[in-house]
């Protein structure tokens, strides 16, 4: 084989990596308050999954995975566009950034 | 069998009728309304002048035609759609297209300018239908339908002005009662059925016929319950409390239904099933104990109305009852014969009385008529021609009619005679009210001045000439002829007496009869006006009784109306439906009101909160893809409780 993994660090680093880069997304999504960190956060999430992604077409020679990642990746940027331009909206119309704030679906 | 007479177009011309007018009419100009209204009934006639043709060749009768497909078809059971022409649904059809026919011309002039007008129209025809149903329909069901369809039109166009309340409730009335008279009336159907097997006329009457040691019993039960029946739509006693009310109708309306057709549904039936009545003898009795009393109680409060409509409706009650007591004597071909020439002067009386009211602007209150005989003269001349029909003076039409039931009554076994006393009363009472009206609407002075009446538009003046030319010479052909005709539809009623001139003794006697009830009224209403009013408080107590109508209405409101609303109110409405229903959907309402007041901490919009219970959702998620699951739920819960490690 080839490839980049058989060349001396193993699996087990490349995933835990992805799982250490997940985690951190979700606890930055858990716990900021401001709303582009949250929103950094979620691509912090995104990427960590594209790494694993990776790692696996790698480690089982398929390409599928590689794909997946574009799929990923082109869906990150669509949502970087809107995601960002919502957020000034959001600014434009409450003057915050703050999610606690932003709490108009509350019952 | 010679060609296809084609009966089924008698019912389904009116129908198409009613469905385009119903659908189209209010869409489409007038003049399209009018001729597809008028069309309908005039197809109907036709085929039935056409169908005459049968009677004069050597064809089979009666004619029957059938629908190729089965009714009902449900194990022994079978059912046709069969039309059945003999002599007797021959006469009622010409009866029933023909006046309908001048009805529905006269309706064109009486109903112009109503915005209701193709409505109107389409009921009209609805009702054509439905009736000519009835009187074709060769078994009980059909007739039935037909039946209950004159029910639904007969409500439909006495609340046909629905806006005014006075109106909407007496169709309500009129579909009630109705309703109770139908009770009988089915149980009557279920017990032919269960005794019979069968429900065509035809069968049961061969039956019978080949049976002829079965009387009484099951079949005085089965007759009393098409007596019933036959009570609610011909309003007899102890029904007959719609009928006044349902003059709230359009006046053409109360000609056509509730005088010359639908109410005499009734008479028809029994003369339709005359032989399950001949075998049912006491059954007979209480019919004809029914029509007399109905026939001078109607007549009696027929006195005092002083709505020219509720006049003619009390008489048309009586009237009824003269063919319940002919009925009742067995004598249907008399009964027949007086349904017919009742029909030609009852339905010219109501139109020229929708005249009157149409020539004062809507005015019904005969004490504020008067005067009229110069101001509308046709009106009053086919007016008059109708009164001494229904008076009963030679040698108008009414005459020979119910000097035919008079004779029938006379001979018919112990007590003929006081049911031909009953009969002679009433005639006096109806020459009286009829004069009393004659008097009132059209002689002496003008009681409103400021109203100017004009004649009504030829439209409605010649169905009143073509009419009033029915009413003096339709009884000319005679009772005899007539029985003779119907005898193959409802049996000879051989009445021979041994007085001689017997007959023309009680025509004399009839005649003198209602020339004392017309010089009464002369008296009291042309000569000395003052004199009723006299009489009425020289009798305040009997007055008061007429005017009020025997309180039989405020009888059954307390009898039968108001326990039913105190019933509904207390216990329908208060226990049954705000108690258990309505506490049961409470019930369940504040389930999910209380559920929902819990759940919706979840939604509190903070949008880290959601995140923490998406990320939890994930991670039981995760955990649960983790476990190794059994088949077996308990061995699962002990790994999960051991922890997944154990399983290794």
Known sequence: MSSALSQGVPLSAYLLLSAVLFALGVVGFLIKRNLITVFLSI????????????TFACQWHAVKGQIFVFF???????????????????????ATLSVDRIDLMKL | MNASLHLWLIPLAPFAGFVLNGLLGSRLPRWFTTSVGLLAPLVSFVVVINSIRAFTGAAQLPYVETCPHPWISVGSLHIDFSLVLDQLSLVMLLVITGVGFLIHIYSVGYMRGDPGYARYFSFLNLFLFFMSTLVLAGNALVLFVGWEGVGLASYLLIGFWFQRDVAANAGKKAFIVNRVGDFGFLIGIF????????LAFSEISAKLAGNPAWQGGALTLICLCLLFGAAGKSAQLPLYVWLPDAMEGPTPVSALIHAATMVTAGVYLVARTHFLFDHAPAALAVIAVVGAATAIFAAAMGLVQNDIKRVLAYSTISQLGYMFLACGVAAYSAAIFHLVTHAFFKALLFLAAGSVIHALGGEQDLRKMGGLRKKIPITFWTMTAAVFAIAGFFPFSGFFSKDAILYAAFLSGRNGQILWFVGLVTALLTSFYMFRLWYMAFFGEARSPDVH???????????????????????WVGAERFGAFLAPSVGEHAALSTIPHLELILSIVAVLVALEGWLIADKLYRRRPERAAQWAAALPWGYKILLNKFYVDEFYSAVLVKPLLAVSKFFLDWVVDKGILGGFAWLLAGIATYAGMILQRWQS??????????????????LFLLIPWHADWAASLHIILKGAGAER
């Not at chain 1, 691509?43 to 990776?54: D, H, I």
């Not at chain 2, 919009?605 to 995760?622: E, H, I, K, Q, T």
Request: aromatic residues 8%; charged residues 5%; glycine residues 8%.
């Open chain 2, 191 to 198: 017990l032919l059925l269960s005794n019979f097997g069968t």
């Open chain 1, 72 to 94: 990923v990746m082109m869906v990150a940027a669509a949502e970087a566009a809107v995601g960002l331009a919502i957020i000034i909206a959001v600014y434009r119309a409450r």
């Open chain 1, 43 to 54: 691509e912090l999430m995104l990427n960590a999954v594209n790494l694993s992604f990776v």
């Open chain 2, 605 to 622: 919009g903070n949008l880290r909160s959601y995140a923490a219970w998406l990320a939890a959702a994930a991670a039981v998620l995760l």
């Open chain 2, 453 to 475: 009446p004009h004649e009504s538009p030829w439209s409605m003046l010649a169905p009143l000439v073509i009419l009033a030319v029915l009413s003096i010479g339709g009884g």
